[in-house]
């Protein structure tokens, strides 16, 4: 029934920057590429956070084969040395992207996939599996369920819709959801269309990466410098070094300069810290307020708390597909080594493509910021570059594929820790014996 799966395209679940990239780069393949987006727009996830600025320049934000497409077309790129936001992201990149007519006719809008197998059979059948197309299931708002085949499927749908929870041990803490009125996950705009919830409220964010500290620094532009905090900031960790950052001596500029007014804020009172912080329940008193506990039984009284400790993968569509995954990160087990945030930040994570990202089951992959599970540790520059690879080996030039750099410095929102190291670029030759290296050592 199946004898040749070329005359199918390779399906994109996600709508993101990393998504369209993938069709670019598939259209400049000779690939065709079929975009499934659960949104009623490109962009989907990133207009959550459209009031966030990027810590990098418009010049390393664009994927070149998307760029080559919008220049065909008459777009002129932004300024290379300005920093977008997330919305003006959407409205300058991917809005224009979306509507040139190689990618126009190639988007579906929504359609959320739901489930995703081989043609006629289930995970457990091995014979004949890859000579099967995919089946990719998809409902749209109405409830209507169609399903589409695919010689490949590109996962890019990101992990923004799944946030860690509060506990300390990666579960909902008790009462968590109970008082989920009152508990934010992500970046709120606190300062715009949500400044009614937080302005003169007791607020406590939790987390230590750049998504609490951009809202913590928002918090306190919106509460104004007083002397009597009505901020408070829950830790982890127990030392802060690596969470204020380089500043000055930051490679990111903009990054740097976050950290140093946050440590600023700290110093001077206008943010009370409380480090070592392990959630471990929540309840409300007499009057309302949330009590946030501790696992050594502090407890911090709160109007409000935003909870911005990352996300995670939902997996839950890829049940009948075969997946390897890491333990741990739930990533590519084969990446785990590369992006482990115990052994790295952003600025030490080496570039990979196909032969990491691979699984089991052939021809499917994930990319962009789910590729990495539960590591908050993923780059934009290096999504566009996941998928580029991904395209050539599709394509059969697996020479191309192997052969994955980063000629940029690091970009995108990140929510991790840095070291204090520069920032090096690094080519990398990819074998399937490098691929099991068990650390990652990148060179001055």
């Not at 946030?292 to 409000?304: A, F, K, L, P, Y």
Request: aromatic share 6%; net charge neutral; charged share 20%.
């Amino acid at each position: 029934m199946f004898n040749n799966l070329s005359h199918l395209p390779t399906i994109i679940i996600g709508g993101g920057p990393v998504g369209l990239a993938a069709a670019a780069q598939l259209l400049e393949r000779g690939i065709e590429p079929l975009i499934l987006e659960q949104g009623n727009s490109v962009g989907h996830a990133i207009r959550q956070w459209a009031h966030v600025r990027m810590f990098s320049p418009w010049s390393y934000n664009v994927d070149e084969a998307a760029r080559k497409l919008l220049k065909k077309h008459g777009w002129k790129a932004p300024c290379g040395t300005g920093f977008p936001t997330g919305g003006e992201l959407v409205d300058k990149y991917l809005e224009p992207l979306a509507a040139i007519p190689e990618i126009k006719s190639r988007l579906h809008f929504q359609q959320r996939v739901t489930a995703i197998a081989r043609a006629g059979i289930g995970k457990v059948r091995t014979q004949g599996r890859e000579s099967l197309p995919f089946e990719v299931h998809a409902i749209n708002n109405e409830g209507k369920v169609t399903i589409f085949l695919a010689r490949a499927v590109i996962d890019s749908s990101g992990t923004w819709g799944q946030p860690n929870p509060a506990g300390a041990n990666g579960l909902f803490a008790p009462g968590e959801k109970e008082n989920g009125t009152h508990i934010t996950y992500g970046m709120p705009d606190v300062s715009g269309t949500r400044h009614t919830q937080y302005k003169g409220k007791r607020v406590a964010v939790l987390g230590s990466g750049h998504s609490a500290i951009g809202t913590l620094l928002d918090l306190a532009k919106l509460q104004g410098e007083v002397s009597s905090p009505k901020i408070t900031w829950l830790v982890r960790k127990s030392q802060l070094s690596r969470v204020y950052g380089g500043g000055a001596k930051d490679k990111l500029l903009e990054r740097g300069a976050l950290g140093a007014r946050l440590k600023d804020l700290v110093e001077a009172g206008h943010i009370d810290l409380e480090k070592e912080f392990s959630l471990s329940h929540i309840d409300r008193n007499e009057n309302g307020a949330l009590l946030i506990h501790s696992t050594d039984n502090r407890v911090i009284s709160v109007d409000e708390l935003i909870v911005a400790t990352g996300a995670r993968p939902n997996l839950d569509m890829l049940r009948e597909i075969r997946l390897g995954l890491d333990s741990a990160l739930e990533c590519p087990s084969v990446l785990a080594p590369l992006i482990d945030p115990n052994l790295h930040s952003c600025g030490t994570v080496r570039p990979h493509g196909a032969l990491q990202l691979s699984h089991p089951e052939q021809d499917f992959y994930i990319a962009g910021m789910k590729s990495y599970g539960r590591a908050p540790t993923f780059l934009l520059a290096t999504g566009y570059e996941q998928v580029r690879s991904i395209a050539a080996w599709l394509a059969g030039d697996i020479e191309a594929a192997n052969r994955v750099e980063l000629n940029l410095p690091e970009t995108g929102v990140c929510n991790t820790d840095r070291s204090d190291e520069p920032i090096t670029v690094k080519k990398v030759e990819l074998t399937q014996e490098t691929s099991k290296s068990s650390c990652c050592n990148v060179a001055a």
